[in-house]
Structures are given as structure tokens and as C-alpha cells.
Nanobody
Framework: QVQLVESGGGSVQAGGSLRLSCVASDRTFSDYAMAWFRQAPGKEREFVGAIVWSGGRTYYADSVKGRFTISRDNAKNTVYLQMNSLKPEDTAVYHC??????????????????WGQGTQVTVSS
């Protein structure tokens, strides 16, 4: 069982930046594709971005493309989400997720096998 723990959330004004981290307990972390999803109150969970096991390929939702960057450090069992130019509509709980299909990127939450508890991001105008 892989445990994922997110950190780095907080409150920021529009235009600001935050960097989220997600640490995995499993030393096979480098085998997994990793993704970030977010969920705002009253809304469905939304795909944000994902990265394959090697870090060699990423994919982003249109709503964050050009503002958010996913990276990973397999030596530290950690995936990051750098969020710049934040907007109030980015306010949500952000979850990281891991898929055993390390070479594939899916936008669908059901394709991910392990989830973190989430970290709150609040962007004020």
C-alpha cells in the first residue's frame, strides 16, 4: 500500500505562487505515473496535470497550462506542483495520485490507484 502525503498548500493572493509537494512512502515510487487533481466545494474532482515515471513527459489541463509545472525527484520519492499566476478559481483541495501504469498519463481519476488526503489552496482576489 502506497501512502501519499501532500504539503505546501495555503492562502495566497491572486497572482501569487505556491509549490505543492507529495511524498510517497513506497520506494517503488519511480515506477508510478503521478498526477495532481483538485476539488473545489460543490464541484467534481478535476484533473490538473500528470507526469510519467521518468519525468520525461507531462500533460496539463488547459485551465492551468502555462501557469503550473509538474516535476518529480525519484531519489526523494517526491512529486511537485509549482503553481504560478494563481487565480481565485484555482481555489480547491489538491490531491496527488499514483498509477501503477508508470508510462501512461490518464486524465481520469479512476485510473489512479493511490491517493493522498489533499492540501488546501485558497486564492483571494
Amino acid at each position: 500500500q502506497v501512502q501519499l502525503v501532500e504539503s505546501g498548500g495555503g492562502s495566497v493572493q491572486a497572482g501569487g505562487s505556491l509549490r505543492l509537494s507529495c511524498v510517497a512512502s513506497d520506494r517503488t515510487f519511480s515506477d508510478y505515473a503521478m498526477a495532481w487533481f483538485r476539488q473545489a466545494p460543490g464541484k467534481e474532482r478535476e484533473f490538473v496535470g500528470a507526469i510519467v515515471w521518468s519525468g520525461g513527459r507531462t500533460y496539463y489541463a488547459d485551465s492551468v497550462k502555462g501557469r503550473f509545472t509538474i516535476s518529480r525527484d525519484n531519489a526523494k520519492n517526491t512529486v511537485y506542483l509549482q503553481m504560478n499566476s494563481l487565480k481565485p478559481e484555482d481555489t480547491a483541495v489538491y490531491h496527488c495520485a499514483a498509477s501503477v501504469y508508470g508510462g501512461s498519463i490518464s486524465l481520469r481519476a479512476i485510473r489512479y490507484d493511490y491517493w493522498g488526503q489533499g492540501t488546501q489552496v485558497t486564492v483571494s482576489s
